[in-house]
């Protein structure tokens, strides 16, 4: 990822479908939206935890449900962060992505493994709802976070072994926040 002050960083939300939430999101994270085209969709998928060899193919329909798939997501994730019940209209979402064929992988003579030819948008978009539904009902269903830094709201899975990871970042949120928090305890005191 990218900060605001441009400087790259490295951000591993932990899995597939909460990399698909930091391509924008509802409300006001649309303005970060980066699925403009269905191009936009492919470039992701090929910058995503997938093996790499996909031949994805994706319309304007795809994309179009891609997003509001990333939503759903986005909020459930929220919800799940924050102690809040899972909403019924997203959770109709990603059930209905997922029910659709997902992706096919192949295993390649050389023992590599591979993507099956002709993988459309709705494969894809049924992967990354399975994937949700494994986060969503799984082990670490209880360990979504989201960023514990003032303006970030970038979501991940705590997969440390205590449990207590509260930056998207270190190099990136936790360093700003800890160079904050010093500032505040060796501030001189106001009279």
């Known amino acids: 990822m990218v900060s605001g002050e441009g400087k790259p960083y490295r951000f591993d939300p932990g899995t597939l479908c909460l990399e698909l939430t930091t391509t924008g999101g509802?409300?006001?994270f649309a303005r970060w939206d980066v699925l403009h085209q269905?191009?936009?969709l492919v470039t992701w998928a090929g910058c995503?935890?997938?093996p790499d060899g996909l031949d994805l193919t994706v319309s304007a329909g795809e994309l179009e449900r891609a997003r509001t798939l990333r939503d759903a997501v986005f909020l459930l994730a929220a919800d799940r962060a924050h102690g809040r019940p899972l909403r019924a209209?997203?959770?109709d979402v990603v059930n209905a992505a997922a029910a659709g064929p997902p992706l096919i992988a192949r295993i390649e003579p050389d023992g590599t493994r591979a993507?099956?030819?002709g993988a459309t948008g709705t494969q894809l978009l049924a992967t990354v709802a399975r994937d949700a539904i494994d986060l969503f009902t799984g082990p670490y269903s209880d360990r979504?976070?989201?960023c514990g830094a003032h303006n970030c709201y970038?979501?991940?899975v705590d997969t440390s072994r205590p449990g207590r990871r509260r930056w998207c970042a270190m190099e990136h949120c936790g360093n700003r926040e800890k160079v904050r928090a010093h500032r505040a305890r060796n501030a001189p005191a106001k009279p």
Do not use: C, I, K, T
């Open 26 to 28: 509802p409300g006001a």
């Open 38 to 40: 269905p191009s936009d």
């Open 48 to 50: 995503s935890r997938l």
């Open 89 to 91: 209209p997203h959770l």
């Open 115 to 117: 993507w099956a030819p």
């Open 144 to 146: 979504v976070r989201e």
């Open 154 to 156: 970038l979501l991940f």
